[in-house]
């Protein structure tokens, strides 16, 4: 069991996780693919629904050539990135925090334990985001697309010299769970109320990443001070 005096650092994905922003980017799918018909923008809508935190330009790829049967060249592919960026930024930015949000993260800050984005938006991006929703404080570092959340998360580990068993990663997609599991973390699903629970059954899960939910969910040892 981790505690408090034990943990090291916490990983946070970030749409659903720390912004109240996954409508956004399930809008920005419904707008791209509206002119492929009904049929596509719906199918499209479900790929990204079903595939939470994978990299945008991979999601985009398979909806444009499976989904739409167009294939696309690199540099529309790079068009086609830069146009969800464009309708997605601002209300990324203006979309509310989750509950909880900031008070877990001003109690990690206070407990100098270190916080992480490890998201499958375009690092740039993201960190662009965080900066504008100035979160920054709150973050030792914002990472992103194009790498794997679990590259990423290794790549910390190692240069931060955390042990796995005593970080904890807290993601809405089984993306985040998968990238917790390969790398050996502890792990928190992020499930609104009233959505179905797409996690194992032993996985521990909460509607926010509030920490005043990691005794009950986690154990009583983990209480932050």
């Known amino acids: 069991m981790i505690s408090s005096t034990q943990l090291q650092a916490v990983f946070f994905d970030f749409d659903g996780v720390i912004a109240d922003s996954l409508a956004v980017k399930k809008n920005a799918f419904v707008?791209?693919?509206?002119?492929?018909?009904k049929a596509v923008q719906t199918a499209a809508v479900r790929y990204h629904e079903a595939n939470g935190g994978m990299p945008r330009h991979s999601k985009l790829r398979h909806c444009m050539e499976v989904l739409a049967g167009q294939k696309i060249s690199e540099a529309e592919l790079a068009a086609l990135v830069r146009r969800f960026a464009e309708l997605v930024f601002d209300a990324v930015v203006a979309a509310p925090l989750l509950p909880r949000v900031e008070q877990t993260l001003q109690a990690l800050l206070q407990a100098q334990i270190p916080a992480f984005v490890v998201s499958g938006t375009p690092e740039e991006e993201m960190q662009r985001i965080v900066r504008h929703k100035k979160l920054e404080p709150y973050f030792q570092a914002v990472f992103g697309a194009p790498r794997q959340k679990s590259v990423i998360v290794q790549k910390v580990l190692s240069r931060y010299t955390f042990s796995p068993q005593y970080c904890l990663f807290i993601g809405d997609a089984l993306?985040?769970?998968?990238?917790?599991?390969?790398?050996?973390?502890?792990?928190?699903?992020?499930?609104?109320q009233g959505e179905p629970n797409i996690f194992p059954a032993d996985v521990?899960?909460?509607?926010?990443?509030?920490?005043?939910?990691?005794?009950?969910?986690?154990?009583?040892?983990?209480?932050l001070p």
């Open 175 to 192: 993306a985040d769970f998968k990238a917790a599991r390969t790398c050996g973390l502890a792990f928190l699903g992020i499930v609104p």
């Open 31 to 37: 707008t791209l693919f509206a002119p492929w018909g």
């Open 204 to 223: 521990a899960i909460s509607p926010d990443p509030g920490h005043q939910h990691w005794p009950r969910l986690l154990g009583q040892s983990f209480a």
